[in-house]
């Protein structure tokens, strides 16, 4: 059984800072790329950035400059510190991982239960 754990969402007035974290744990046998989507309310969840095991990332244009991704692989941890908050950032935060169970066992990706995050003077 694997489970994503998220902490760190809540409410900031624009132009603040937040950090989410988001733990993974069971038995896993390796992780390639974990990230974050977020789903504003009434819209399609989204990619906002990703990385890979190697420290590649990748970053939604709407985020890019502003937000940052890292991973303690050792903790199978991913953080995403976003910084310069505005309005349209509100929405639920969707954690991700990419893993395999098994050495022989396919890559499948697993989820969060999503963290709120709500930017508003």
């Known amino acids: 059984q694997v489970q994503l754990v998220e902490s760190g969402g809540g409410l900031v007035q624009p132009g603040g800072s937040l950090r989410l974290s988001c733990a993974a744990s069971?038995?896993?046998?390796?992780?390639?790329?974990m990230g974050w989507f977020r789903q504003p309310p009434g819209k399609q969840r989204d990619l906002v950035a990703a990385?890979?095991?190697?420290?590649?990332?990748n970053y939604a244009e709407p985020v890019k400059g502003r937000f940052t991704i890292s991973r303690d692989n050792a903790k199978n941890t991913v953080y995403l510190q976003m910084n310069s908050l505005k309005p349209e950032d509100t929405a639920v935060y969707y954690c991700?991982?990419?893993?395999?169970?098994?050495?022989?066992?396919?890559?499948?990706?697993?989820w969060g239960q999503g963290t709120q995050v709500t930017v508003s003077s």
């Open positions: 990385i890979t095991n190697d420290g590649s990332t």
């Open positions: 069971g038995s896993i046998f390796s992780i390639n790329t």
């Open positions: 991700y991982a990419l893993l395999k169970l098994g050495v022989d066992s396919p890559p499948k990706n697993y």
